[in-house]
């Protein structure tokens, strides 16, 4: 093999392993998903809440209510029972208004059941939904702390080999750099291809023997005339 292809060779090297830790960082959870679900998850936690607070609010507001109510209820019954009225008009007002009274506190009671079970509820799912929230928070942070450390790791380890890569492309000669970079952005990794036998490892198309003479006669910068990777000559151990 010709120095450039060896050189070459080695920045091939440097690119496939670029590429496996480039592939390897954008595969790393950065935790996007986790953090869409932890926002979604505080919305939901943030709306319970607020139901819990609207409900409280209604539930004092509905026990002044009913206070208020049976207050002027035992007022009416005062009168009612209290025979200082003796007029029958007067006390079948009285009454209608004691009934009346009585049919508005069952509707305030009814509702203040209503809002005891709903408050009941909305704290049984508030404390369900923090501890989910609790567990998805924890996860996240693991998460973007492992994606801080493994992908500073790879970052630092594709600096490294980039610049190993550019100081091994500096020795190689322009055109053949061209080329190689030029049938790897064609053909995909790998662009320079070692021949063992007598077929092309990059696409396995059976090589001129033409060809294969002249890889085994050290002549530089040959291709497949299939698809075109470059190709350099390695005599198998069991070949004399």
Not at 38 to 44: D, F, I
Request: aromatic share 2%; net charge negative.
């Amino acid at each position: 093999m010709s120095e450039d292809l060896a050189i070459l060779y080695q920045v091939q090297q440097a690119d496939t392993e670029i590429a496996r830790l480039r592939q390897a960082l954008a595969g790393l959870d950065d935790g996007a998903q986790l953090e869409s679900e932890v926002a979604a998850a505080e919305a939901e936690l943030a709306g319970l809440r607020e139901e819990e607070r609207t409900a409280e609010k209604e539930s004092l507001d509905r026990e002044l209510e009913l206070r208020a109510l049976e207050e002027k209820r035992k007022r009416f019954q005062d009168q009612l029972y209290g025979g200082a009225i003796r007029n029958p008009r007067q006390l079948s007002d009285l009454q209608e208004e004691v009934a009346m009274l009585s049919r508005e506190i069952r509707k305030v009671e009814d509702r203040m059941l209503e809002l005891m079970e709903m408050l009941e509820d909305r704290r049984a799912q508030i404390h369900a939904r923090e501890a989910g929230l609790k567990e998805r928070q924890e996860r996240l942070q693991a998460v973007r702390s492992k994606y801080e450390t493994t992908g500073g790791r790879l970052r630092q380890e594709i600096a490294e080999l980039e610049a190993q890569r550019g100081g091994l492309a500096a020795q190689v000669s322009a055109d053949l750099l061209k080329r190689y970079e030029q049938i790897r952005t064609r053909q995909g990794d790998p662009a320079l291809v070692r021949v063992t036998g007598n077929m092309c490892p990059g696409c396995r198309i059976t090589l001129p023997s033409e060809l294969l003479k002249a890889l085994q006669a050290g002549r530089p910068n040959l291709s497949c005339e299939s698809c075109r990777r470059l190709l350099f000559w390695q005599r198998q151990e069991n070949q004399r």
